[in-house]
Protein backbone atom coordinates (compact mmCIF):
# COMPACT_ATOMS: atom_id res chain seq x y z
CA UNK A 1 0.00 0.00 0.00
CA UNK A 2 0.83 3.34 0.02
CA UNK A 3 1.56 4.26 3.50
CA UNK A 4 1.74 2.01 6.82
CA UNK A 5 -1.57 0.54 7.62
CA UNK A 6 -2.63 -0.34 11.36
CA UNK A 7 -5.69 -2.03 12.45
CA UNK A 8 -8.07 -1.19 14.18
CA UNK A 9 -7.93 2.38 14.44
CA UNK A 10 -9.39 2.07 18.22
CA UNK A 11 -9.84 -1.02 20.28
CA UNK A 12 -11.79 -0.84 23.36
CA UNK A 13 -11.33 -4.05 25.16
CA UNK A 14 -12.28 -5.75 28.55
CA UNK A 15 -9.46 -6.08 31.12
CA UNK A 16 -8.69 -9.45 30.90
CA UNK A 17 -9.01 -10.30 27.19
CA UNK A 18 -5.97 -10.60 24.78
CA UNK A 19 -6.24 -8.57 21.91
CA UNK A 20 -4.33 -8.14 18.21
CA UNK A 21 -2.49 -5.43 16.76
CA UNK A 22 -1.98 -5.38 13.17
CA UNK A 23 0.55 -3.49 11.11
CA UNK A 24 0.83 -4.13 7.18
CA UNK A 25 4.60 -1.85 6.13
CA UNK A 26 4.85 -0.50 3.05
CA UNK A 27 5.20 -2.53 0.44
CA UNK A 28 9.46 -3.81 0.27
CA UNK A 29 9.91 -2.38 3.56
CA UNK A 30 12.62 -4.40 5.49
CA UNK A 31 12.48 -3.33 8.41
CA UNK A 32 9.19 -2.90 10.89
CA UNK A 33 8.95 -1.62 14.18
CA UNK A 34 6.25 -1.25 17.29
CA UNK A 35 5.98 1.54 19.50
CA UNK A 36 3.46 2.15 22.55
CA UNK A 37 2.61 5.60 23.29
CA UNK A 38 1.09 6.52 26.70
CA UNK A 39 -0.42 10.16 26.87
CA UNK A 40 2.01 13.22 27.47
CA UNK A 41 4.87 11.22 26.25
CA UNK A 42 6.50 10.09 23.33
CA UNK A 43 6.87 7.18 21.46
CA UNK A 44 8.54 3.74 23.27
CA UNK A 45 10.26 1.80 21.42
CA UNK A 46 8.88 -2.19 22.16
CA UNK A 47 10.14 -4.23 19.38
CA UNK A 48 11.53 -4.25 16.16
CA UNK A 49 12.04 -6.93 12.69
CA UNK A 50 14.69 -7.30 9.63
CA UNK A 51 12.39 -9.33 7.62
CA UNK A 52 10.67 -12.14 9.61
CA UNK A 53 13.61 -12.11 12.33
CA UNK A 54 12.98 -10.33 15.47
CA UNK A 55 15.97 -8.00 15.63
CA UNK A 56 15.14 -6.63 19.01
CA UNK A 57 12.77 -7.12 22.01
CA UNK A 58 13.81 -5.44 24.58
CA UNK A 59 11.39 -3.05 25.13
CA UNK A 60 8.68 -5.38 25.58
CA UNK A 61 7.13 -4.20 29.28
CA UNK A 62 6.41 -8.25 29.94
CA UNK A 63 5.59 -11.98 29.09
CA UNK A 64 1.75 -10.71 27.95
CA UNK A 65 3.31 -8.95 25.26
CA UNK A 66 4.69 -10.61 22.00
CA UNK A 67 5.06 -9.84 18.26
CA UNK A 68 5.59 -11.40 15.20
CA UNK A 69 5.38 -11.09 11.53
CA UNK A 70 6.10 -14.69 10.25
CA UNK A 71 6.30 -13.89 5.81
CA UNK A 72 8.52 -11.06 6.75
CA UNK A 73 5.35 -8.25 5.78
CA UNK A 74 2.47 -7.83 8.24
CA UNK A 75 2.94 -7.93 11.38
CA UNK A 76 0.98 -8.34 14.70
CA UNK A 77 1.59 -7.29 18.42
CA UNK A 78 -0.74 -9.78 20.71
CA UNK A 79 -1.56 -8.48 23.90
CA UNK A 80 -2.50 -11.46 26.72
CA UNK A 81 -4.65 -11.15 29.76
CA UNK A 82 -4.89 -7.12 29.27
CA UNK A 83 -4.47 -4.89 31.83
CA UNK A 84 -5.56 -0.92 32.33
CA UNK A 85 -2.20 0.31 31.77
CA UNK A 86 -1.90 -1.48 28.36
CA UNK A 87 -4.43 1.62 27.44
CA UNK A 88 -2.49 3.67 24.87
CA UNK A 89 -1.51 4.92 21.59
CA UNK A 90 0.17 1.41 19.80
CA UNK A 91 2.51 3.03 16.55
CA UNK A 92 3.80 0.52 13.77
CA UNK A 93 6.59 2.20 11.49
CA UNK A 94 8.53 0.47 8.99
CA UNK A 95 11.85 1.86 6.66
CA UNK A 96 13.44 0.19 4.04
CA UNK A 97 16.65 -1.28 6.02
CA UNK A 98 19.86 -0.65 6.37
CA UNK A 99 21.88 2.95 7.34
CA UNK A 100 20.35 6.32 6.99
CA UNK A 101 17.15 4.98 6.23
CA UNK A 102 13.42 6.93 7.51
CA UNK A 103 10.89 5.05 9.75
CA UNK A 104 7.51 6.18 8.22
CA UNK A 105 4.45 5.57 10.73
CA UNK A 106 1.53 4.56 10.56
CA UNK A 107 -1.64 5.92 12.25
CA UNK A 108 -1.60 4.03 15.43
CA UNK A 109 -4.00 1.93 17.32
CA UNK A 110 -5.39 3.32 20.28
CA UNK A 111 -6.25 0.66 23.13
CA UNK A 112 -8.10 1.24 25.95
CA UNK A 113 -8.86 -1.37 28.34
CA UNK A 114 -11.28 -1.21 30.48
CA UNK B 1 21.66 3.91 28.08
CA UNK B 2 20.54 6.90 24.95
CA UNK B 3 17.92 8.72 26.11
CA UNK B 4 16.46 12.14 24.94
CA UNK B 5 15.40 15.41 26.69
CA UNK B 6 13.26 18.24 25.69
CA UNK B 7 13.15 20.83 27.10
CA UNK B 8 9.44 22.82 26.76
CA UNK B 9 6.51 20.65 27.45
CA UNK B 10 4.51 23.28 25.73
CA UNK B 11 5.08 26.47 23.43
CA UNK B 12 3.00 29.23 22.43
CA UNK B 13 3.50 31.65 20.20
CA UNK B 14 2.51 34.41 17.61
CA UNK B 15 2.53 33.66 13.66
CA UNK B 16 5.64 35.42 12.22
CA UNK B 17 8.04 34.96 15.90
CA UNK B 18 10.94 32.66 15.38
CA UNK B 19 10.88 29.08 16.83
CA UNK B 20 13.75 27.31 18.84
CA UNK B 21 12.91 23.90 20.04
CA UNK B 22 15.84 22.05 22.07
CA UNK B 23 17.08 18.60 22.05
CA UNK B 24 19.56 17.03 23.99
CA UNK B 25 20.72 13.67 24.17
CA UNK B 26 22.83 11.17 25.73
CA UNK B 27 24.62 8.70 24.11
CA UNK B 28 28.71 7.98 24.10
CA UNK B 29 28.86 7.10 19.85
CA UNK B 30 27.90 7.78 16.85
CA UNK B 31 24.48 9.11 16.75
CA UNK B 32 21.43 9.83 13.72
CA UNK B 33 18.94 12.31 14.98
CA UNK B 34 15.78 12.89 13.71
CA UNK B 35 12.64 15.87 14.46
CA UNK B 36 9.24 14.84 13.44
CA UNK B 37 6.62 16.37 13.96
CA UNK B 38 2.62 15.33 14.44
CA UNK B 39 -0.26 17.17 13.25
CA UNK B 40 -3.81 16.99 14.91
CA UNK B 41 -5.45 13.41 13.91
CA UNK B 42 -2.02 12.59 11.96
CA UNK B 43 0.63 10.59 12.15
CA UNK B 44 4.49 11.20 12.75
CA UNK B 45 6.29 12.42 9.99
CA UNK B 46 9.23 13.11 9.52
CA UNK B 47 10.53 16.62 9.54
CA UNK B 48 14.17 16.37 9.12
CA UNK B 49 17.24 14.21 9.80
CA UNK B 50 20.71 13.91 10.49
CA UNK B 51 23.22 11.37 9.77
CA UNK B 52 26.63 13.00 8.94
CA UNK B 53 28.61 15.80 6.58
CA UNK B 54 27.52 19.34 7.58
CA UNK B 55 25.63 19.99 10.59
CA UNK B 56 22.79 22.25 9.65
CA UNK B 57 20.14 20.55 8.18
CA UNK B 58 17.24 21.87 6.11
CA UNK B 59 13.91 20.12 6.75
CA UNK B 60 10.25 20.37 5.79
CA UNK B 61 8.64 23.70 5.70
CA UNK B 62 10.82 26.02 6.58
CA UNK B 63 12.21 24.09 9.18
CA UNK B 64 15.91 23.34 10.07
CA UNK B 65 18.10 22.46 12.98
CA UNK B 66 22.04 22.20 14.06
CA UNK B 67 23.60 19.35 15.56
CA UNK B 68 26.37 20.56 17.94
CA UNK B 69 28.11 17.39 19.01
CA UNK B 70 29.84 19.19 21.94
CA UNK B 71 26.73 20.36 23.68
CA UNK B 72 24.85 16.59 22.47
CA UNK B 73 22.33 18.79 20.85
CA UNK B 74 20.43 19.30 17.96
CA UNK B 75 18.16 21.94 18.25
CA UNK B 76 15.16 22.64 15.83
CA UNK B 77 14.67 26.43 14.30
CA UNK B 78 12.06 28.10 11.87
CA UNK B 79 12.68 32.08 11.50
CA UNK B 80 8.67 32.69 11.12
CA UNK B 81 6.10 30.31 12.36
CA UNK B 82 3.03 29.79 10.85
CA UNK B 83 -0.51 28.68 12.31
CA UNK B 84 -0.09 25.73 10.37
CA UNK B 85 2.58 24.71 12.44
CA UNK B 86 0.83 24.31 15.30
CA UNK B 87 1.69 20.53 16.10
CA UNK B 88 3.59 17.97 18.80
CA UNK B 89 7.01 17.67 17.56
CA UNK B 90 9.65 14.93 18.64
CA UNK B 91 13.20 14.59 18.68
CA UNK B 92 14.53 10.90 18.38
CA UNK B 93 18.26 9.51 18.24
CA UNK B 94 19.08 6.34 17.84
CA UNK B 95 22.84 5.10 18.37
CA UNK B 96 24.72 3.48 15.22
CA UNK B 97 25.64 0.35 16.08
CA UNK B 98 23.30 -2.57 14.41
CA UNK B 99 25.81 -3.09 11.59
CA UNK B 100 24.26 -0.59 9.22
CA UNK B 101 20.91 -1.06 10.02
CA UNK B 102 18.43 1.72 11.20
CA UNK B 103 17.96 0.06 15.10
CA UNK B 104 15.01 2.07 16.99
CA UNK B 105 14.42 5.25 17.75
CA UNK B 106 14.66 6.84 21.31
CA UNK B 107 11.81 9.57 21.47
CA UNK B 108 11.97 12.56 23.70
CA UNK B 109 8.53 13.33 25.64
CA UNK B 110 7.73 15.64 22.96
CA UNK B 111 7.07 19.66 22.92
CA UNK B 112 3.65 21.33 21.85
CA UNK B 113 3.60 23.98 19.94
CA UNK B 114 0.42 26.05 19.65
CA UNK B 115 0.60 29.00 17.23
CA UNK B 116 -1.70 32.04 17.76
CA UNK B 117 -3.31 33.15 14.44
Known amino acids: GAGVSQSPRYKVTKRGQDVALRCDPISGHVSLYWYRQALGQGPEFLTY????????KSGLPNDRFSAERPEGSISTLTIQRTEQRDSAMYRC????????????FGQGTRLTVV | AQSVSQHNHHVILSEAASLELGCNYS??????LFWYVQYPGQHLQLLLK??????LVKGIKGFEAEFIKSKFSFNLRKPSVQWSDTAEYFCAVNGYNYGGSQGNLIFGKGTKLSVKP
Open chain 2, 27 to 32: YGGTVN
Open chain 1, 49 to 56: FNYEAQQD
Open chain 1, 93 to 104: ASSLGGGETEAF
Open chain 2, 50 to 55: YFSGDP
